[in-house]
Nanobody
Framework: QVQLVESGGGLVQAGGSLRLSCAAS????????MAWYRQAPGKQRELVAT???????NYVDSVKGRFTISRDTAKNTVYLQMNSLKPEDTAVYYC?????????????WGQGTQVTVSS
């Protein structure tokens, strides 16, 4: 089993920055893609940013130019640098990892970390 341990959430003023971290531990061999999702109150969970093992990144339109996902592959750690934060970024942010072993895919989720942006 893979455990995803998150840190870095909190309360920040609009226009400020936060950096989220998520480290995969346990049976982390075979982890390929990692991502950040978020879920705002009363809303469905949405994909925010992804990064592949090769370093390719993708972002939801609403965060492009403001958020940067990065990865330390050796440590199985993914980061989300969030700049120019807006109140609408307020959500619980979830780390995600995909593990591929012999053609099978497994999904793992962090517990979520609260990000609150005040206006």
């Amino acid at each position: 089993q893979v455990q995803l341990v998150e840190s870095g959430g909190g309360l920040v003023q609009a226009g400020g920055s936060l950096r989220l971290s998520c480290a995969a531990s346990g049976s982390s061999f075979g982890i390929s893609d990692m991502a950040w999702y978020r879920q705002a109150p009363g809303k469905q969970r949405e994909l925010v940013a992804t990064i592949t093992s090769g370093g390719n990144t993708n972002y939801v339109d609403s965060v492009k130019g403001r958020f940067t996902i990065s990865r330390d592959t050796a440590k199985n750690t993914v980061y989300l640098q969030m700049n120019s934060l807006k109140p609408e970024d307020t959500a619980v942010y979830y780390c995600y990892a995909q593990r591929r072993i012999f053609g099978s895919k497994y999904d793992y989720w962090g517990q979520g970390t609260q990000v609150t942006v005040s206006s």
